[in-house]
């Protein structure tokens, strides 16, 4: 099993800078690839960003949110910059022991919990 735990969240007015974290623990050895999902209510669960244990990544926020990967600590960050409005969104890291990045949700083995992130106009 493995345990992600999100942190890094909060309430921040548009333009600003956020940088999420997920610090990864039990059997992360079975893990290769790492992704930020975000759901705002009332919609689906969209894939943000993705990379792998090698550093290759993918993101669908182009220009704005930048995924890294620190495979030491475990860990794997989103730095989210000139936030919008609508990316008010719960965000879930995920990690998956596929051997290839993945960008559905229901290829993800596990998740965290979700922490918040609001921005206001």
């Known amino acids: 099993q493995v345990q992600l735990v999100e942190s890094g969240g909060g309430l921040v007015q548009a333009g600003d800078s956020l940088r999420l974290s997920c610090a990864a623990s039990g059997r992360t050895s079975s893990v290769y690839a790492m992704g930020w999902f975000r759901q705002a209510p009332g919609k689906e669960r969209e894939f943000v960003a993705g990379i792998s244990r090698s550093g290759g990544s993918t993101d669908s926020v182009k220009g704005r949110f930048t995924i890294s990967r620190d495979n030491v600590k475990n860990t794997v960050y989103l730095q989210m910059n000139s936030l919008k409005p609508e990316d008010t969104a719960v965000y879930y890291c995920?990690?998956?022991?596929?051997?290839?990045?993945?960008?559905?949700?229901?290829?993800?083995?596990?998740w965290g919990q979700g922490t918040q992130v609001t921005v206001s106009s």
């Open positions: 995920a990690a998956a022991s596929r051997w290839y990045l993945p960008q559905s949700s229901r290829e993800y083995d596990y």
